[in-house]
């Protein structure tokens, strides 16, 4: 079964700080996503990658980075955290093929910025 | 690009009612997206709950049904009978094969069955 695994689970920090969310896939997927979700707004794609160097900007990318340094492991770099940036974030993948779009879900990263 | 508009929660329904969550999409691929619902229990992760990839068919998982409807872009979620344990979180999405892109999900609808 597809495994994604994010850390850290739970993570608080102050206005300004600096967080890398985490998160490693063992599926072989070529594509990893991070999303963040918020009630009322649903999954809003941040960044992506369908390759280890490859990055894709999404949907509300300000105020992140990413960067895919392996088949496995993608990070979600915030570096000047804001209040706005807290939120629950997922990280998932998904092969090329019949199941193109189908995702695999990490547990998701809870971000609270004070 | 993208969109998905669903069924604004939160729903409410009583146990062994109908349910229907609405879902509309725009793509903007002139091939027919590939269409998901996904759902969150609560204190569990998002997991894939069906799909359906080609156009006018119907996909169904736990009792629930969805009908991937190309005239009306629409693809809605249906169960007969609710259950209290199908209380959850709700997210209709997309995927269009277009310059490798990505899945766009909806605002997600929760959904709370009363015993």
């Known amino acids: 079964e597809a495994a994604v695994t994010q850390s850290p689970r739970n993570k608080v920090t102050v206005t300004g700080g600096n967080v890398t969310l985490s998160c490693r896939q063992t599926?072989?997927?070529?594509?990893m996503y991070w999303y963040r979700q918020d009630t009322g707004h649903g999954l809003r794609l941040i960044h992506y990658s369908y390759g280890a160097g490859n990055l894709q900007i999404g949907d509300v990318p300000d105020g992140y980075k990413a960067t895919r340094t392996t088949q496995e492991d993608f990070f979600l770099l915030l570096e000047l955290a804001s209040p706005s940036q807290t939120s629950l974030y997922f990280c998932?993948?998904?092969?090329?093929?019949?199941?193109?779009?189908?995702?695999?879900f990490g547990e998701g990263s809870k971000l609270t910025v004070l | 690009g993208d969109s998905v508009t669903q069924t604004e929660g939160p729903v409410t329904v009583s146990e062994s009612e109908s349910l229907i969550i609405n879902c509309t999409y725009s793509?903007?691929?002139?091939?027919?997206?590939?269409l998901f619902w996904y759902v969150r229990y609560p204190g569990e992760g998002l997991q894939l709950l069906l799909k359906v990839i080609t156009a006018g068919q119907k996909g169904s998982s736990r009792g629930f049904e969805a009908t991937y409807n190309k005239e009306t872009t629409s693809f809605h979620l249906q169960k007969a009978s609710v259950q209290e344990s199908d209380s959850a979180v709700y997210y209709c999405a997309l995927f269009s094969r277009n310059n490798n892109n990505a899945p766009r999900f909806g605002a997600g609808t929760k959904l709370s069955v009363k015993p």
């Open positions: 998932a993948s998904s092969d090329w093929g019949v199941n193109t779009g189908q995702l695999y």
């Open positions: 793509a903007t691929s002139i091939a027919y997206p590939n």
């Open positions: 599926n072989s997927h070529n594509y």
